[in-house]
C-alpha cells in the first residue's frame, strides 16, 4: 500500500509540468491504445482487451454484445470498430501515413549497421467523400496498419498465405482494406452502398490468427425516420497454404431496429426494438462453425422515467439458443446547482455474452465449444459525484462494487508449441463462483474557455476471486494526466501522460504473461486553417514505453509516429 501511495504522489508531482486529451487515434477504434482509465491489451489492430475500470466483470469490452454496437464488425466472436467501413461524414479528401520509430530511413546516419535493428513497419490511407450533388455522393477509402505485425510476419503468417496478403507492402498486415461506394442523404433518408475487398487477420480462441480474404464485401446501410437497417454480404476466403488447407464462407448478416422518436422521448416509456442476423454458408476447411448456420437475435430496449432524475433502462434478447438482460437504474440525487451526484445499479444475465457469435472453432481435429452451460450474473452499484468549484476548476468521484458469478472463462485442456507461438486446446467454461470487485476514481478538470482543457485523474481496483481462472488479471490502478490547447482557434496541442500497474494473462500460456506497468506519452500537434478547410496533424503514441508485447501471441507495442493531412469542402 505505502508503495502505492508513493507512485500516487510522486505523478501527482509531475503534473505541474505534464497535462488526456484528445489524442488522435491511428485509426477508428485504436482509441483503446491510449485509453488510460482501465485495462488496455493490444495484440493487433483486429484484436485487444479493452476493459475500463468502472465496467465490472472480467470480461472485455468487446466481447459483450449491446444494441449500440449492430454496425459494428464481428470478428470471431468479437464486436469490434476496426477495420472501420462508416463512410466519413463531411466531404473531404484526406491522406494519413506513419511508420513505427526506428525506421531505417535514418538510421543510416544513426546508428552503426551492426547495432542496427529491423525495419519498422508503416500505417497508409487515402481516402475522400465528394460533396453532394441533388443528394447524391461518392466515397472511396484504402488503408491499412501494418503496426502489431513485424515480429510473426516473417517467422510464421507468411507461411499460411499464397504469396502477398495486403494491397501494398510485404509486412502480412492485420488487416488491409479497400471500398468504394454511393450514398444519398437529404432530410428523411441517409442511405450508403459500399463495396471493397479486404485482408484480414483473425484471432481466435485457440490463440491462432486466421488469415481470411474478403472477396467481395458489400455492405448497405440506410436510415430513415425511427429506422436503421444494415444489410452485409460477405464472401471470405480461408486458408492455410502450409497445410494446403482452403475454405470459404459466404455470409449475410445484418441489423434492422426502431428508435425511440424525438416525441417519445420526452414521454414516460421509450420504447425502442430491433433484429440482428447472421446467416453463413460455408465450403471447405472453415475453422469456426455456427451453429444450424444462422442466428436470429431480436431484442427490445425500454427506459422509464418516473421523473427527471430516476431512469429503469432495461435490454432484454432472446432466441432459441441464447438470452441475455442488461438493466440498470439510475437517480441524479437533488443538490445544489453546480452539484452533481448520481446512484445506480446494474445488471448483467445472461447464457452468453455475445450471442451472435460463432458457437465452434475447429483446431486440429478438436473441436473447441465457444458456448457454456449455465448463465452468467454481473450485480454492480455505484455513485458518482461532480462539482464545480469555479467558472474554471472542477473534481469528481466515483465509485462501485460489483460481484459476478458463471463469469465467462476458458477451460484450458493442453498447449501445443508452434515455432513462436502456443496454441491451446479446450472449451468455453464458467467460474461458478462469485468474484467481487470495488473501484474507485477521482479526477480533477480546469478550463479556460476553449483555449485550454486539463485533467489529472486516477484509480484503483482490487478483485477478489478464482483469479487463476480469470483470462486476464486487470491493472490495479492507474494516473494521467491530460490536456488540450486550442490558440487562436487554429493550432491544437493535445497530450497524455498515465501509468498503468501490471497485468496477467492466466490461461492462453503455460505459465502466466504478465504485462508489466509502464509510463506513456502521447501527444498530437495540428495546424487548422479554417479559411481553406485544410488541417495538418501530427501524433506520436506509446513514447517512454518499453517496447512490448500486451497479449499471448500478440505483437510488439511500439513507438510510432504518423500524420495526416485533410481538406474540406
Known amino acids: 500500500m505505502n508503495s502505492f501511495l508513493n507512485k500516487i504522489f510522486a505523478t501527482l508531482a509531475v503534473s505541474a509540468t505534464c497535462v488526456l486529451a484528445s489524442v488522435d487515434a491511428e485509426m477508428e477504434g485504436m482509441e483503446v491504445v491510449s485509453r488510460d482509465d482501465g485495462t488496455f491489451l493490444i495484440g493487433s489492430p483486429t484484436f485487444y482487451f479493452d476493459r475500463a475500470l468502472g465496467a465490472g466483470g472480467i470480461h472485455s469490452e468487446s466481447e459483450l454484445w449491446t444494441p449500440r454496437k449492430l454496425r459494428y464488425r464481428q470478428l470471431f466472436n468479437r464486436l469490434s470498430v476496426l477495420p472501420s467501413w462508416d463512410p466519413i461524414e463531411t466531404p473531404s479528401v484526406w491522406m494519413k501515413t506513419g511508420n513505427e520509430v526506428g525506421d531505417l530511413i535514418y538510421q543510416d546516419f544513426l546508428t552503426d549497421v551492426e547495432d542496427r535493428p529491423i525495419n ?87 490463440s491462432r490468427w486466421i488469415p481470411v480474404l474478403y472477396k467481395p464485401r458489400i455492405e448497405a446501410r440506410a436510415d430513415f425516420g425511427n429506422f436503421s437497417t444494415t444489410l452485409v454480404y460477405e464472401n471470405a476466403e480461408y486458408q492455410n497454404h502450409s497445410k494446403k488447407e482452403n475454405g470459404e464462407r459466404k455470409e449475410v448478416n445484418g441489423s434492422v431496429i426502431y428508435s425511440c422518436g424525438e416525441n417519445c422521448k420526452r414521454s414516460m416509456l421509450q420504447l425502442s426494438a430491433g433484429l440482428a442476423f447472421r446467416f453463413v454458408n460455408d465450403d471447405g476447411v472453415v475453422y469456426t462453425a455456427l451453429e444450424n448456420d444462422r442466428v436470429l437475435w431480436p431484442f427490445l430496449e425500454m427506459r422509464v422515467r418516473p421523473m427527471d432524475k430516476l431512469k429503469f433502462d432495461v435490454m432484454f434478447g432472446v432466441n432459441d439458443r441464447d438470452w441475455l438482460v442488461q438493466d440498470s437504474v439510475e437517480y441524479q440525487v437533488p443538490a445544489f446547482d453546480k452539484m452533481d451526484i448520481t446512484v445506480g445499479a446494474k445488471n448483467i444475465s445472461g447464457t452468453r455474452l455475445n450471442p451472435i457469435a460463432d458457437t465452434h472453432e475447429f483446431f486440429d481435429g478438436d473441436t473447441i465449444s465457444l458456448t457454456a452451460s449455465g448463465r452468467m450474473n454481473l450485480l454492480q452499484g455505484y455513485v458518482r ?23 465467462e472463462t476458458f477451460k484450458t485442456e493442453k498447449f501445443v508449441e508452434d515455432k513462436i507461438y502456443t496454441f491451446r486446446h479446450g472449451d468455453v467454461d464458467r467460474i461458478n463462483s462469485w468474484i467481487k470487485g470495488v473501484t474507485g476514481e477521482f479526477w480533477l478538470k480546469l478550463w479556460y474557455e476553449d483555449m485550454f482543457n486539463f485533467t489529472a485523474l486516477t484509480g484503483f481496483e482490487r478483485i477478489d476471486g478464482d483469479e487463476k481462472r480469470f483470462e486476464v488479471n486487470p491493472a490495479e490502478f492507474f494516473v494521467a494526466f491530460s490536456a488540450d490547447w486550442l490558440i487562436k482557434k487554429m493550432f491544437r496541442i493535445s497530450h497524455s501522460l498515465r501509468y498503468r500497474s501490471d497485468a496477467e494473462w492466466n490461461l492462453r500460456s503455460k505459465d502466466p504473461f504478465i504485462v508489466k506497468g509502464d509510463w506513456f506519452w502521447d501527444a498530437t500537434f495540428e495546424q487548422r486553417f479554417p479559411k481553406y478547410g485544410i488541417s495538418l496533424a501530427g501524433s506520436i503514441i506509446q513514447a517512454l514505453g518499453k517496447e512490448v508485447i500486451e497479449t499471448p501471441n500478440g505483437e510488439y507495442s511500439r513507438i510510432r509516429f504518423f500524420c495526416t493531412a485533410k481538406k474540406a469542402f
Open 120 to 206: 519498422r513497419t508503416p500505417i497508409l490511407e487515402v481516402g475522400a467523400r465528394t460533396p453532394l450533388f441533388h443528394g447524391f455522393w461518392a466515397t472511396f477509402r484504402l488503408f491499412q496498419d501494418d503496426h502489431y505485425c513485424f515480429r510473426s510476419a516473417y517467422a510464421y503468417r507468411q507461411y499460411q498465405t499464397d504469396g502477398q496478403f495486403s494491397f501494398f507492402g510485404e509486412n502480412w498486415p492485420m488487416f488491409s482494406s479497400a471500398y468504394g461506394g454511393l450514398g444519398y442523404t437529404n432530410d428523411f433518408i441517409n442511405a450508403s452502398v459500399l463495396a471493397g475487398m479486404e485482408y484480414m487477420w483473425i484471432f481466435t480462441e485457440s
Open 385 to 407: 459525484f461532480e462539482d464545480s468549484l469555479t467558472t474554471f476548476l472542477g473534481f469528481g468521484l466515483r465509485g462501485s462494487f460489483w460481484a459476478e458469478h458463471g463469469a
